[in-house]
């Protein structure tokens, strides 16, 4: 089994979920920067101009969406996302591994049930040419596919984890297990 994934195409495709987790925050952190432009603008045209920024509240909300979801992905590849532990923290590293495969399992089948369900609201937007109401009718569907892509982002993280958290496991059973293999059974590339 290590054989087989040893291979410079299996390498590329543990790899892929992180490329693209560090591509999509990127673009997260570029919308970001646009929100704090636009929120600053709209406080120096209240300001000096005494009046807003037609549909800000609008934009804003789109904005919302694609940073958070565009930043899912690699908040996992990180580790970032908030974890309990008080019982795993009490259990021996190997049943501390083992639960963990479980739990990203768990946590990759119901991303994947969201992203489906995502997908299905997409093509219905889509189909129906969804706008929201507003001072400015922004179309749905461009927050809906950050959605859907955010989603499957993070699909594709847990899935990479479970397999690299399997491999660590698997390395524990055959023998010792170095101070870099702790780290990864702890999660997170830091």
């Given at each position: 089994m290590n054989s087989l994934l040893e291979t410079p195409v299996a390498r590329a495709l543990i790899a892929f979920p992180g490329h693209l987790a560090r591509v999509l925050a990127i673009l997260a952190a570029s919308f970001t920067v646009i929100a704090a432009l636009l929120l600053t603008a709209e406080v120096l045209s209240r300001v000096f101009f005494d009046q807003p920024i037609r549909g800000l509240f609008e934009y804003m909300q789109l904005l919302v969406v694609l940073i958070a979801f565009l930043g899912l992905a690699e908040a996992e590849r990180n580790g970032d996302h908030i974890r309990v532990t008080i019982l795993t923290e009490r259990m021996p590293r190997k049943a501390t591994a083992v639960v963990r495969v479980f739990a990203m399992l768990v946590s990759a089948l119901i991303v994947l049930w969201m992203t489906v369900m995502s997908y299905i609201e997409l093509s219905?937007?889509?189909?129906?040419?969804?706008?929201?109401?507003?001072?400015?009718?922004?179309?749905?569907?461009?927050?809906?596919?950050?959605?859907?892509?955010?989603?499957?982002?993070?699909?594709?993280?847990y899935v990479t984890r479970t397999i690299e958290t399997v491999i660590e496991l698997k390395k524990s059973f055959s023998g010792p297990v170095d101070a870099d293999a702790d780290g990864a059974l702890e999660g997170g590339e830091k």
């Amino acid at each position: 089994m290590n054989s087989l994934l040893e291979t410079p195409v299996a390498r590329a495709l543990i790899a892929f979920p992180g490329h693209l987790a560090r591509v999509l925050a990127i673009l997260a952190a570029s919308f970001t920067v646009i929100a704090a432009l636009l929120l600053t603008a709209e406080v120096l045209s209240r300001v000096f101009f005494d009046q807003p920024i037609r549909g800000l509240f609008e934009y804003m909300q789109l904005l919302v969406v694609l940073i958070a979801f565009l930043g899912l992905a690699e908040a996992e590849r990180n580790g970032d996302h908030i974890r309990v532990t008080i019982l795993t923290e009490r259990m021996p590293r190997k049943a501390t591994a083992v639960v963990r495969v479980f739990a990203m399992l768990v946590s990759a089948l119901i991303v994947l049930w969201m992203t489906v369900m995502s997908y299905i609201e997409l093509s219905k937007s889509l189909g129906r040419g969804e706008y929201a109401a507003g001072l400015v009718n922004l179309p749905v569907w461009p927050a809906r596919i950050v959605i859907v892509v955010g989603l499957a982002a993070l699909f594709l993280m847990y899935v990479t984890r479970t397999i690299e958290t399997v491999i660590e496991l698997k390395k524990s059973f055959s023998g010792p297990v170095d101070a870099d293999a702790d780290g990864a059974l702890e999660g997170g590339e830091k």
